[in-house]
């Protein structure tokens, strides 16, 4: 089974790099975008598993990243988990519309939760598997 | 509770002061959160252990640097609130110099976050008239907070230049990354009294670095601004220019 691939979008590399490494360390694939724009650039070409998010980014926010992933049928069911220093400003009620299913204030959150919310969240082996082309193969 | 000056104007009132030490707390309060948020997960990472020599060492290297950061935002709010006239030491200083010992200073922080600074020195020098200490923190502030929107492929750059046929030494912090919002910055204006244009595509920011930045300009007459560019900003500082300098 191939491991699932998070995309963690954050302009703070630091604490970016520590999360990715907790995240390599429970075994899945993480890769890291520093700002909105070069996430969604990855989101395209190789849409993730799951998206952790940070809101308040230069150039383009979180919310317009939110808002962009809904305009497209194949990438507005992916997970999203927000994790910022501004949480006190975000209501759950405004951004679960938008498929976040976690928020996380950075200055109380340990990284062991994120990662298992993140594993908890996460396809299991059988859900994960893509029988369609196997289906298409036989047929 | 509005109180009448003897000239009848109305003095600020409980509410006010209230309301703008209140703003002043929820600022620093939220500048100061998201380093220290950094220097607990930091502090975490090592606590959890399996890091190699090589990982501990450079994870403490970024506690060190990011507490840095943090205590130059505290040491100049401790100076903001004791500033007056009294105790700004105005004197002739070679700008270029101070220009490059911040360069230096910060060069560690740049460094480790894998962006490079750049100071270009004039041919000649240049002799400004400011409090050392005051100016040196403006321009920390300024390169602190470029330090966050620059990207890594273009350095950010320090210039110093003559304005208003030389009575004018400008000390210009240029990034290159987004510009701040309008609405941001408008509220930066009405709250900060800076005097700048709208920038666009930066994150909310209380502003309040620059606040004190412009309160320690104040101090020494001088004056800080800034100037959107497409692909960035540029903070700045006007400083008198010294009668020397004037004369060469």
Request: charged share 20%.
């Amino acid at each position: 089974m191939i491991p699932s691939r998070v995309l963690v979008i954050d302009d703070d590399a630091w604490f970016a790099d520590l999360l990715i490494y907790r995240l390599r360390a429970a075994g899945l694939i993480a890769a890291y975008a520093p700002d909105a724009l070069e996430g969604m650039r990855q989101i395209d070409t190789d849409p993730p598993a799951v998206i952790v998010l940070d809101m308040f980014m230069p150039g383009v926010n979180g919310l317009v990243l939110l808002h962009e992933l809904q305009s497209y049928s194949d990438l507005h069911d992916i997970p999203v988990i927000i994790c910022s220093n501004s949480v006190d400003t975000l209501t759950p009620d405004d951004l679960y519309p938008y498929g976040v299913i976690a928020i996380f204030d950075k200055a109380t959150v340990r990284l062991a939760d994120i990662v298992l919310h993140i594993q908890r969240t996460l396809p299991t082996s059988n859900d994960n598997f893509d029988d369609t082309k196997v289906r298409s193969e036989t047929t | 509770m509005a109180g009448m000056g003897d000239g009848g104007q109305i003095l600020a009132t409980k509410s006010d002061v209230y309301q703008r030490d209140t703003s002043l707390f929820v600022a620093a309060a939220n500048d100061l959160k998201s380093p220290l948020a950094l220097l607990r997960q930091l502090a975490l990472h090592i606590e959890a252990g399996g890091l190699s020599s090589s990982e501990i060492s450079t994870t403490a290297r970024r506690i060190v640097l990011t507490s840095e950061r943090a205590l130059r935002l505290t040491t100049d709010l401790t100076r903001s609130t004791h500033i007056g006239d009294a105790t700004a030491t105005v004197v002739p200083l070679n700008l270029t110099a101070l220009c490059c010992e911040i360069a230096a200073k910060v060069y560690p922080l740049y460094q480790a976050n894998g962006r490079r600074i750049t100071v270009r020195i004039p041919r000649r020098s240049m002799i400004g008239l400011a409090d050392r200490d005051l100016l040196g923190r403006i321009l920390l502030n300024f390169v602190d907070n470029a330090l966050r929107y620059s990207k890594a492929d273009v350095p950010v750059a320090i210039t110093i230049s003559r304005r208003q046929r030389g009575r004018i030494v400008r000390l210009a912090v240029r990034d290159y990354g987004p510009a701040v919002p309008s609405r941001l910055w408008q509220r930066l204006q009405q709250t900060v009294g800076v005097r700048v244009q709208p920038l666009h595509n930066r994150p909310a920011s209380s502003g309040l670095g620059l606040y004190i930045a412009g309160r320690f300009a104040a101090t020494m007459q001088a004056r800080i601004g800034a100037i959107r560019h497409r692909d960035g900003a540029t903070f700045y500082v006007d400083v008198p220019a010294a009668q020397q300098q004037r004369l060469l």
